[in-house]
């Protein structure tokens, strides 16, 4: 049977306040979940700022902590080098000193026979240089030092001058019997003068030239004699004849100063992480534990009036569907439409429901006049 009009326009009446209620409804949620969002994001931020000032905080104190002590590290391992120090100049003195003990006698011997090859030279009125190394490499040598020497003054005055010399010749007019003349005259130069040095000083002082190469020889020998107790004494590992005691004791003492700032150290940095690392945790926390926790409420009644009104909005949305859009159609369920099919039947225009529904139809798909 067919409902009265006035039962009709009260149906729709109904309708259309359950659909105002809705959207009213889904506003308010909508508002709800963006207050729930910005409270989420305040309670985030408010987290990481504790956090971020936990991280810093923590940061600081125990960079403070390795600062405090590496400073007095750095102190001792200074006091440490000194000390060090002081015990090798010891040791050097001590080594030059004993050096010069065991080798005073072979200083003296050398200074005695230099003084007997200068007052040699004098007696003979031979030329100081008579008594060189220089001079015993060119005419009279033995140690492979002097050969060397010798060496190197053949390939020099007999190789590399003449070469040179002619190389300095301009191209233009540089000639390869240049070469033999600039050979021939260094050889007769060279040769001339060396000749004439040993004329006048080894052949005619031979007796005199070999005293001196016995007294240089004597002073090689002893100069020998010297580098090895040198180098005896440098390579002895025996450094109890140095006095070094007190320099021991001192870097001892040092180098247990040090590892105990060191342990020290360790212990101060393993008790802050341990206990003063949460002490700080649990202050920073404590200074924003009101904010967060009244965020936290706020949040968490958000969430409970959002969950309240979703089930709300699914109840409500449930009974418009079973009750009124079965009946009168999801298309017009707005407030809007509701109304104007509550008007068409109040007018009169329609008898019922499906007529307003037909003419409300036929108006929107009417052309419109221009």
Not at 6 to 29: F, G, H, P, Y
């Given at each position: 049977m067919t409902q009265p009009a006035?039962?009709?326009?009260?149906?729709?009446?109904?309708?259309?306040?359950?659909?105002?209620?809705?959207?009213?409804?889904?506003?308010?949620?909508g508002q709800l979940d963006l207050e729930e969002k910005?409270?989420?994001?305040?309670?985030d931020a408010e987290r990481k700022a504790a956090e971020d000032s936990i991280a810093l905080t923590v940061k600081k104190r125990r960079e403070e902590i390795n600062s405090s002590y590496d400073k007095e590290i750095a102190k001792g391992q200074d006091r440490l080098r000194r000390a060090r120090q002081k015990r090798e100049k010891a040791k050097n003195q001590g080594m030059r000193e004993r050096i010069a003990e065991e080798t005073s006698a072979l200083h003296a011997h050398n200074r005695e026979l230099r003084l007997k090859l200068r007052s040699l030279l004098q007696k003979e009125r031979l030329p100081r240089f008579c008594g060189s190394t220089w001079y015993y490499a060119l005419y009279m040598p033995r140690t492979l030092k002097e050969i060397g020497m010798l060496i190197l003054f053949i390939l020099f005055f007999f190789a590399a001058l003449p070469w040179g010399i002619y190389l300095l010749i301009g191209e233009t007019v540089r000639k390869s019997w240049m070469l033999i003349v600039i050979y021939l005259l260094d050889i007769l130069?060279?040769?001339?003068?060396?000749?004439?040095?040993?004329?006048?000083?080894?052949?005619?002082?031979?007796?005199?030239?070999?005293?001196?190469?016995?007294?240089?020889?004597?002073?090689?020998?002893?100069?020998?004699?010297?580098?090895?107790?040198?180098?005896?004494?440098?390579?002895?590992?025996?450094?109890?004849?140095?006095?070094?005691?007190?320099?021991?004791?001192?870097?001892?003492r040092t180098e247990q100063e040090l590892a105990e700032i060191t342990r020290k150290k360790q212990e101060a940095l393993s008790t802050f992480d341990s206990v003063t690392r949460n002490i700080i945790s649990d202050e920073i926390w404590n200074n924003s534990k009101d904010k967060i926790d009244y965020l936290q409420e706020e949040q968490a009644k958000r969430e409970q009036r959002l969950e309240a009104a979703d089930q709300q909005i699914k109840s409500l949305s449930l009974e418009i569907t079973d009750r009124y859009?079965?009946?009168?159609?999801?298309?017009?369920?707005?407030?809007?439409?509701?109304?104007?099919?509550?008007?068409?039947?109040?007018?009169?225009?329609?008898?019922?429901?499906?007529?307003?529904?037909?003419?409300y139809k036929a108006g929107r798909n009417a052309p419109r006049e221009e």
């Open positions: 006035t039962d009709q326009s009260a149906l729709l009446s109904e309708a259309r306040q359950a659909v105002e209620n809705l959207n009213r409804m889904k506003t308010e949620r910005q409270l989420r994001r305040q309670l130069g060279t040769g001339g003068l060396y000749l004439a040095v040993a004329n006048h000083t080894k052949v005619g002082h031979l007796e005199a030239v070999r005293q001196g190469r016995l007294i240089r020889d004597t002073i090689y020998a002893n100069q020998k004699k010297i580098r090895l107790i040198t180098n005896t004494i440098r390579r002895d590992r025996n450094e109890a004849i140095y006095d070094l005691e007190k320099y021991d004791d001192e870097i001892a859009e079965s009946y009168i159609g999801k298309e017009f369920m707005q407030p809007e439409r509701l109304e104007e099919l509550s008007r068409l039947i109040r007018s009169g225009q329609a008898a019922n429901l499906s007529d307003a529904v037909s003419q």
